[in-house]
Nanobody, 123 residues
Framework: QVLLVESGGGLVQAGDSLRLPCAAS????????MGWFRQAPGKEREFVAA????????YYADSVKGRFAISRDNAKNTVYLRMNSLKPEDTAVYYC????????????????WGQGTQVTVSS
């Protein structure tokens, strides 16, 4: 089982940057790929970014491509989401996610979810 704890959210202004860490713990982490999803008020949860746990392959939603970057620190078992040039449209609860043997780009692929961290971007 994998436990995910994300943090780093907060209230920022448009154009600001944030880095969200997600600390992962559990068994067989090498079999899991990691991702980030978000859910804005009144909206469905949507894919943001993902990274293969072993290797450098990354995947991004079109809405964040070029602004967000997902990365990992395997020594710390931590995945990060660096968010630059934040927009009010990025306001959402951001969820860390882990998937077994697949790259998590859809919610049905997610095996484990973090509790979520709120990111609010004011204009």
């Amino acid at each position: 089982q994998v436990l995910l704890v994300e943090s780093g959210g907060g209230l920022v202004q448009a154009g600001d940057s944030l880095r969200l860490p997600c600390a992962a713990s559990g068994r067989t982490l090498g079999s899991y790929s990691m991702g980030w999803f978000r859910q804005a008020p009144g909206k469905e949860r949507e894919f943001v970014a993902a990274v293969r746990w072993i290797g450098d392959s990354t995947y991004y939603a079109d809405s964040v491509k070029g602004r967000f970057a997902i990365s990992r620190d395997n020594a710390k078992n931590t995945v990060y989401l660096r968010m630059n040039s934040l927009k009010p449209e990025d306001t959402a609860v951001y969820y860390c996610a882990a998937a077994y043997s697949v790259i998590p780009t859809a919610i049905h692929q997610v095996a484990y979810w973090g509790q979520g961290t709120q990111v609010t971007v004011s204009s």
